[in-house]
C-alpha cells in the first residue's frame, strides 16, 4: 500500500537537518520502494526487489550521487 508522509526535522544528507517527504509502497510479494525527499534537494531512493536485489542511491543537492549502489539477489 502506497503512503507518502512528511517529516520535520532530519538530517539529510548534505548534513542539513531539514524537512522532507517520505514515499513508501510495498506489493506484499517482496517489492519494497522507500523514496526520500529533503527540503534541501538532496534525495534518498531504496529499492528491493522480488528477488531479493535492492538498489539505493543517495543524492547530494548539488546533483553529486554520494552513493549508488545495487546488491544482487539470489
Do not use: I, N, Q
Not at 514515499?23 to 534541501?40: A, K, L, N, T, W
Amino acid at each position: 500500500m502506497a503512503a507518502r508522509t512528511s517529516f520535520t526535522g532530519e538530517t539529510a544528507p548534505c548534513g542539513s537537518v531539514v524537512d522532507g517527504t517520505r514515499y513508501h509502497d510495498d506489493d506484499d510479494e517482496g517489492m519494497r520502494v522507500e523514496h526520500v525527499h529533503y527540503g534541501c534537494g538532496c534525495l534518498d531512493y531504496r529499492d528491493d526487489f522480488h528477488d531479493g536485489s535492492t538498489h539505493r542511491r543517495v543524492t547530494h543537492h548539488s546533483g553529486k550521487v554520494l552513493l549508488d549502489e545495487e546488491l544482487r539477489g539470489e
